[in-house]
C-alpha cells in the first residue's frame, strides 16, 4: 500500500471517528436536556436556554469567570460535562436530580471566589450548577432579618444592608467577593465575629 493511499484512509478513519464521536456527544446532549426538561416546571426561561454545553461558545466564558485561580484554567482541567445557570429553583432541583439518574457529580458555584476550585473540578465527571443568576436580596429592618439568595456575594449583601439602615449589620466575612452560598455552608471570619459570632442559618 501507497504511502499517499496510507495517508488518505488514515484521513476518512479520523474522520469518521469524529463524526461517530460528536454524534454520540449530541446523543448524550439531547438525552440531558431531556431529562431536565422532563423534571423541570414550567419557568421562564427554560432550562435549555440557562444549560450549557462544551459545543455552546458561551460555555468556556461562564466556566472561566469566577475561577480566580490560574491553575485551574489549563487545558489539563478537568472540566465539567454542561453547566446550569438557574434563574428558578426548579431548574436547581432538575438539574441534582439528572446527575444522579447520569452518575455526575454536582458542583454548585455561588458567586464570589474559590481560590481551591473546589465548587468547579472534579476528579470524576460532574456538571457545575452556577448560581450567579439567583442574587437577589431582600432585607427587612423592622424584623432585623434578611432573605438572601445564595448566587449573591457578600459584599452585595452589605451593601443592601446600609442602603436601609446605619446601624445595622452582618456578622460575616471580611472578603465582599465571597459568595454567600459558599459562606452559609462553610463560615469564615469576620470583624464583627468575637462578639456576635458566626452567620446563623435558619431553614
Request: glycine content about 6%; proline content about 6%.
Amino acid at each position: 500500500m501507497s504511502t499517499q493511499t496510507t495517508s488518505a484512509t488514515l484521513v476518512v478513519v479520523t474522520f469518521l471517528l469524529l463524526h461517530a464521536s460528536m454524534a454520540a456527544l449530541d446523543s448524550i446532549q439531547d438525552t440531558f436536556l431531556q431529562c431536565l426538561s422532563n423534571l423541570t416546571q414550567s419557568p421562564s426561561p427554560p432550562i435549555s436556554s440557562v444549560t450549557y454545553f462544551p459545543t455552546d461558545p458561551s460555555y468556556t466564558p461562564i466556566l472561566h469567570s469566577y475561577i480566580r485561580n490560574l491553575r485551574f484554567t489549563t487545558p489539563k482541567t478537568p472540566t465539567p460535562s454542561f453547566i446550569v445557570t438557574p434563574t428558578h429553583v426548579s431548574h436547581i432541583q432538575a438539574s441534582i436530580l439528572c446527575s444522579k439518574i447520569h452518575n455526575l457529580q454536582v458542583r454548585i458555584r455561588s458567586g464570589g471566589h474559590d481560590y481551591d476550585g473546589l465548587s468547579y473540578i472534579s476528579d470524576v465527571p460532574f456538571i457545575i450548577i452556577d448560581m450567579f443568576n439567583l442574587r437577589s436580596i431582600t432585607v427587612n429592618i423592622e424584623e432585623e432579618s434578611a432573605w438572601v439568595e445564595s448566587g449573591a456575594t457578600l459584599g452585595e449583601v452589605y451593601y443592601r444592608i446600609a442602603e436601609q439602615s446605619k446601624i445595622h449589620a452582618y456578622p460575616a466575612g471580611v472578603c465582599l467577593t465571597v459568595g454567600v452560598g459558599g459562606h452559609l455552608s462553610g463560615g469564615g471570619y469576620g470583624n464583627m465575629m468575637r462578639k456576635q459570632s458566626e452567620t446563623w442559618v435558619i431553614s
